[in-house]
């Protein structure tokens, strides 16, 4: 029976087990032999990140041509005006072409949300807004160049959902073996 590992990668964590100089990678957090991260979150992301021993469900989740939901909640720089909420949508234009549609919503800042460390830049001037993205394709830093690209920089992205799989209560570091 295949495992599956539900991990939530801290900010500043490489997807990855391999040491790098000066990084902590998923071995400080995960001592799991045989089992290998489904797809891949930004160093400077956090959030739900999918490991499992099976290669065949590795590809299902991680392969773009599966289309496998991932739902993200995004801290945007400034208050994006309703047509740039339906051009994010619709799909952007970036420089390896234009991105699929995807849900897009306004929320709250949530309130079960940990604090980031070290925290996003504060400017008095500048208001930021919390999106709810949910997408199904996984280009490298995709959100954050959709983002920058209809003018409002992401400053923190969490991802809470892949497929069927959740956040659930597991705090940054955390993770649960299915």
Do not use: C
């Not at 945007?76 to 799909?91: A, D, H, N």
């Not at 992205?157 to 955390?174: A, C, M, N, S, Y």
Request: glycine share 8%; net charge positive.
């Amino acid at each position: 029976m295949a495992r599956v590992l539900l991990f939530n990668k801290p900010f500043r964590v490489l997807s990855q087990f391999s040491p790098m100089a000066g990084k902590q990678t998923l071995a400080n957090y995960i001592d799991i032999p045989g089992v290998y991260a489904a797809g891949r979150l930004d160093f400077d992301s956090e959030g739900l990140m999918l490991l499992t021993d099976d290669g065949a469900l590795q590809a299902k989740i991680s392969n773009p041509r599966y289309r496998q939901p991932k739902v993200y909640l995004v801290q945007v720089e400034g208050i994006p005006e309703s047509r740039t909420l339906r051009q994010l949508s619709k799909g952007v234009k970036l420089n390896d072409g234009p991105t699929r549609p995807l849900k897009v919503h306004q929320i709250d800042e949530p309130n079960w949300l940990w604090p980031r460390d070290p925290p996003i830049r504060k400017s008095l001037s500048i208001p930021t807004q919390w999106l709810r993205l949910e997408l199904r394709e996984g280009r490298n830093r995709q959100v954050r160049r959709m983002t920058a690209a209809v003018g409002h920089p992401t400053l923190r992205l969490v991802r809470i959902g892949v497929g069927g799989f959740t956040l659930q209560d597991l705090r940054p570091g955390e993770y649960r073996l299915m």
